[in-house]
């Protein structure tokens, strides 16, 4: 049985009054049926990290560099994410593909530094809406996750979260049939590749996922839980996806 996990990504909002919010969800699930994960602005993975230290909620960067160390201005190395007490680190995501040029290739070099830090890589992958409607789904998706993925990916340290680019931040929300069709063939492809261990990878689902709409999206076969972004900054958004997940 994979244990289901609740993700969030904070993208580039909160600074340290937001160390309530965490320590609230906190309160809230002392012991969740399910992973918890917060994905904060670097600058609060420390104290973050800190302040759940004794709590069931796990804290994790956004992005990484393919590098241990080195003169990349600005940039953070997974080895450092891990000093400063996360576990996890989102590779990958549509923003950083589309803001900053990031490849499959860049996603696949990251995936390998976060493992050598063991670091759990959330690798995001999605098509864009003209993709969609260009029938290119499954071969976009397919094509970003054998790319993205390296050898080395096991269930224990990669998760892979299939993100709509159309849905991310929008209020749009695919069918559950979409959904199911491409978890479905997300699924077949690590099994092509992973043999039995694919069972051991979560595929979550992320696109303007909310308390709302959380529970029917969780019933889908293959659906291990959610890449949550806006409505995982308050912890009374966040809690009933949560418990959603739970009750799955
Ligand atoms: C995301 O940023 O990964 C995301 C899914 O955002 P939102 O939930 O706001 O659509």
Known sequence: MRRKLAAGNWKMNGTLTRVTEVMALCAAHQAPSVDVLICPPATLIPALATATTDHAVAIGGQDCHAAVSGAHTGDISAHMLADAGATHVIIGHSER?????????????????????????VICIGETLAQREAGETLDV??????????DSATGENTVIAYEPVWAIGTGKVPTLEQIGE????????LTNRFGADANAFRILYGGSVKASNAAEIFAVPDV????????????????????ALENA
């Open 141 to 150: 998706v397919g094509t970003q996750l054998r790319d993205s993925t390296p």
């Open 182 to 189: 491409v978890h479905a063939a997300l699924r077949i492809a």
């Open 97 to 121: 593909r589309a803001d900053r040029g990031e490849t499959s290739a860049d996603v696949h070099a990251k995936a390998l530094a976060a493992h050598t830090a063991t670091l759990t890589a």
């Open 224 to 243: 291990d839980g959610a890449l949550v972004g806006g409505a995982s900054l308050t912890a009374e958004d966040f809690s009933p996806i949560i418990t």
